[in-house]
Structure formats: structure tokens, C-alpha cells
């Protein structure tokens, strides 16, 4: 059925915070409007979408399962918002992640 994965909950929350710190590196805080990415559309697209594929092949090498993936988003968010990057950006790219990673 799928509902839990081959990955370590450590080996998930670990490989979250990479990508939000990929994320972050392609996309840094902006000074002007903080907690906002200092980022062209474009730039924040092709980021996320590096981030989306990585998580895609995570996904096929550990078969996460609903939880484990479900813990991926929420770890990837919390590290996003302890970085200082705002609720509403975090939320947005969390959610991509998500749907990209949850489609079979």
C-alpha cells in the first residue's frame, strides 16, 4: 500500500534541509522586501524545479511512502522559515514540492 517508505526519518529530515538550503542558495533573501527570494520569476522557477527533480529521484531510490513524504514537506518548510524566508513563500514552495513528489 505504500504508507511507509525505505528512508530513515533522519535520512528525510536531512535530505529536506539540503534541498531548502539549495533553495536558499539560488534564491537569497532579498533586502529590500524581507522574507521574500532576491529572485526573477525565472530564477525562482528553474530553482524550484532543481529542487522539485532532486526530490523526484529521492522519491524513487527511498519509495516514500504518505508519511514520508508528508514529513519531507514539513521539515523543507520549517527550514525555509527558520532561514527567514516568509510563511507565505515557504507555503508556496513546500506545496510545489509536494505535488510534484505526490504524482505517480
Known sequence: MGLFGGASSKQIDEFAKQLARELAAACPLSKEQPGRPQATPKQLWSALEAV????L????????????????????????????????????????????????
Open 57 to 104: 529521484e529521492f522519491r524513487k531510490e527511498h519509495k516514500l511512502g504518505i508519511y514520508k513524504k508528508a514529513r519531507l514537506g514539513n521539515t523543507f518548510r520549517w527550514e525555509l522559515t527558520e532561514m527567514g524566508y516568509d510563511k507565505a513563500f515557504a507555503e508556496d514552495a513546500t506545496q510545489r514540492l509536494i505535488v510534484r513528489i505526490a504524482r505517480k
Open 52 to 55: 522539485c527533480g532532486k526530490a
